[in-house]
């Protein structure tokens, strides 16, 4: 069994910070690509960010500079910084993670519960 685990979500005004982190537990071999992905009502979801295991990131367009991803590879962590948040990146945040576990011995796609993000003054 694989769980992914957000933690961070919130209410933040305008222009505010929010730090979002992600932990991949169980029967885990190997970690490949993780990476955010966010979810506003009555949209599809979308990618925010993804980061290889040696550290290789992309970035949705709309990022622009203000977030940044990063992972722990010893921990099975990714965070994702979001600086100078706009109302428009309020959705559900979801953390996924491409994984190799037992007793599958399958690479598959996991994904988080999902934490909300609301940026409203």
């Known amino acids: 069994q694989v769980q992914l685990v957000e933690s961070g979500g919130g209410l933040v005004q305008p222009g505010g910070s929010l730090r979002l982190s992600c932990a991949a537990s169980?029967?885990?071999?190997?970690?490949?690509?993780m990476g955010w992905y966010r979810q506003a009502p009555g949209k599809q979801r979308e990618l925010v960010a993804r980061?290889?295991?040696?550290?290789?990131?992309n970035y949705a367009e709309f990022v622009s500079g203000r977030f940044t991803i990063s992972r722990d590879n010893a921990k099975n962590t990714v965070d994702l910084q979001m600086n100078i948040l706009k109302p428009e990146d309020t959705a559900a945040y979801y953390c996924?993670?491409?994984?190799?576990?037992?007793?599958?011995?399958?690479?598959?796609?996991?994904w988080g519960q999902g934490t909300q993000v609301t940026v409203h003054s």
């Open positions: 169980g029967s885990i071999v190997n970690v490949n690509d």
């Open positions: 980061i290889t295991r040696a550290g290789v990131t």
């Open positions: 996924n993670a491409n994984i190799f576990a037992v007793p599958v011995f399958r690479w598959g796609d996991y």
